[in-house]
Nanobody, 117 residues
Framework: QVQLVESGGGLVQAGGSLRLSCAAS????????AGWYRQAPGKQRELVATMTSGGTTNYADSVKGRFTISRDNAKNTVNLQMNSLKPEDTAVYYCNVLEPITKVRSWGQGTQVTVSS
């Protein structure tokens, strides 16, 4: 059974940094696209950044140049380094992995990121 556990959220002032980590278990992590989504109050969940098994990255325009996604297949982890945080980055951030054949998505429980102005 897939299990994704996020960590690293918290409260930070605008301009600050946070690093989110997601540890995966119960799957062959290396073959899956992994990434981060976020959901702010009253808004739909949106893509933040993803990285394929081959290392191709995709970022939301709103975070390009500020956020960096990375993964360590040996440790079954995917990370999100968030710099120059803005109040509009405030949201619950969810780790996600995509099974390449069935296209089934698995989600973590989410971690809160709050950026104060």
């Amino acid at each position: 059974q897939v299990q994704l556990v996020e960590s690293g959220g918290g409260l930070v002032q605008a301009g600050g940094s946070l690093r989110l980590s997601c540890a995966a278990s119960g799957i062959i992590f290396s073959i899956r696209t992994a990434g981060w989504y976020r959901q702010a109050p009253g808004k739909q969940r949106e893509l933040v950044a993803t990285m394929t098994s081959g290392g191709t990255t995709n970022y939301a325009d709103s975070v390009k140049g500020r956020f960096t996604i990375s993964r360590d297949n040996a440790k079954n982890t995917v990370n999100l380094q968030m710099n120059s945080l803005k109040p509009e980055d405030t949201a619950v951030y969810y780790c996600n992995v995509l099974e390449p054949i069935t296209k089934v998505r698995s989600w973590g429980q989410g971690t809160q990121v709050t950026v104060s102005s």
